[in-house]
């Protein structure tokens, strides 16, 4: 199979999708977390079949989507989700999953438990909802993360009800244990709080993580009771504008109930790119994923010879490096640095949330030939 990442610059300056165009025609666009890939034939051949047949109406009957990603769960994970009806609903994305899922289990004003550094929309979702982010962050994150277990069970003895977990970690590409995720469980259970666990990253845990993507949801059986999982194969497969998510729970009745606008929110393009990804594109996906793991694997390397002064731990999921960059001494946003004399844009740190200040996330989901030169532009700013 030819590489997925064998689009050339000029190729990739084409693109309307916001990685590239929202930034200057000089700018290297290194931000958002959007690989820069050919898409997957087995995606490409099923568009265009919805196209040839006129196929561009409402989202139809969600059945096939449920049906493929239970069949990719199982095979990858060994996770079960198929079962009663309900269990399993459509949304646009993750992050319209996250807030419907929110809106029901929360009021204004409540907290909701994050651990950053983490995914930076977390806090926008908050905010749009009135809700407030009650941060505990990572432990060791020199050393890849790890969940404070006994900062998590003060949040909820103090009455946090709601934890929003990022699973596996963006931006640290922590993959969790399952002990890990089953004393989360338990923590959750223990004081009545729901675990909604943002999956998105799951189908790109690298082949040499020391330990597999583990589904909340298959922890434990309080992992069961406590747990919504919200999936979607837009990162993997780099399908995000098609917009399509699920989100999966094992209670019934534990979604709100169904709203027009929440029917209607997925693409019917989303649903057959969904379809033909869980099903024919899983050596596309393994192909991708390889490369991303040489990716990273490659960086520590490449930063030592041009940004000797940044850190960098290498996760074992995604696409996405926290650099350290306090030595350099460009305060709290390195990224604004790295932009205006680099002429490459990266994620600022600071949006990270409690940890952020003097970091900055670099997105490694592209040829490698554009992370070297992200580099090097990044190095060109400290001159």
């Known amino acids: 199979m030819a590489s997925p990442f064998d689009l050339t610059l000029e190729q990739m300056r084409t693109h309307r999708s916001a990685k590239w165009s929202r930034v200057p025609h000089d700018v290297l666009p290194a931000w958002t977390a959007e690989m820069d890939v050919r898409t997957a034939p087995a995606i490409s051949a099923a568009l265009h079949t919805a196209v040839d047949r006129s196929d561009l109406g409402y989202a139809g009957e969600p059945t096939p989507v449920v049906d493929a990603f239970?069949?990719?769960?199982?095979?990858?994970?060994?996770?079960?989700?198929?079962?009663?009806?309900?269990?399993?609903?459509?949304?646009?994305?993750v992050g319209q999953a996250a807030k419907e899922?929110?809106?029901?289990?929360?009021?204004?004003?409540?907290?909701?438990?994050?651990?950053?550094?983490?995914?930076?929309?977390?806090?926008?979702?908050?905010?749009?909802?009135?809700?407030?982010?009650?941060?505990?962050?990572?432990?060791d994150v020199a050393d890849g993360g790890r969940l404070d277990l006994e900062g998590m069970g003060r949040a909820l003895a103090g009455g946090a009800r709601v934890v929003l977990l990022c699973s596996p970690h963006n931006p640290l590409g922590?993959?969790?244990?399952?002990?890990?995720?089953?004393?989360?469980?338990?923590?959750?259970?223990?004081?009545?709080?729901?675990?909604?666990?943002?999956?998105?990253?799951?189908?790109?845990?690298?082949?040499?993580?020391?330990?597999?993507?583990?589904?909340?949801?298959?922890?434990?059986?309080?992992?069961?009771?406590?747990?919504?999982?919200?999936?979607?194969?837009?990162?993997?497969?780099?399908?995000?504008?098609l917009k399509l998510a699920l989100g999966v729970t094992a209670v019934e009745g534990r979604w709100p109930a169904r709203q027009p606008e929440t029917d209607w929110a997925p693409s019917i393009l989303g649903q057959v790119a969904a379809v033909a990804a869980y099903t024919d594109g899983r050596d596309w996906l393994a192909a991708a994923v390889a490369e991303i793991e040489a990716r990273t694997r490659s960086l520590?390397?490449?930063?030592?010879?041009?940004?000797?002064?940044v850190r960098f731990t290498p996760g074992h999921a995604s696409y996405l490096a926290w650099l350290d960059c306090r030595d350099l001494g460009l305060g709290d946003d390195p990224a604004q640095t790295?932009?205006?004399?680099?002429?490459?844009?990266?994620?600022?740190?600071?949006?990270?949330?409690?940890?952020?200040?003097?970091?900055?996330?670099l997105n490694i989901g592209t040829s490698e030939e554009l992370v070297q030169e992200a580099v090097r532009r990044m190095a060109s700013a400290l001159t």
């Open 174 to 241: 922590y993959v969790y244990p399952r002990e890990e995720l089953a004393a989360l469980a338990d923590l959750a259970a223990q004081h009545d709080a729901v675990v909604i666990a943002d999956e998105i990253h799951a189908p790109l845990v690298h082949p040499g993580s020391p330990r597999p993507f583990v589904p909340f949801l298959t922890v434990s059986e309080a992992a069961r009771q406590v747990g919504i999982a919200l999936h979607s194969p837009s990162k993997a497969w780099n399908t995000a504008g």
């Open 70 to 93: 239970a069949g990719f769960a199982r095979d990858v994970w060994g996770w079960e989700t198929q079962g009663t009806p309900g269990r399993v609903r459509l949304f646009a994305d």
């Open 300 to 309: 520590p390397a490449l930063l030592a010879e041009h940004l000797p002064g």
């Open 338 to 361: 790295f932009l205006e004399r680099g002429r490459v844009l990266l994620s600022p740190g600071p949006a990270f949330g409690a940890g952020g200040t003097g970091f900055a996330r």
């Open 101 to 139: 899922t929110l809106r029901a289990l929360t009021s204004p004003g409540d907290a909701v438990v994050l651990n950053p550094p983490v995914y930076l929309s977390f806090y926008p979702w908050l905010r749009d909802l009135g809700l407030e982010a009650l941060e505990v962050p990572m432990l």
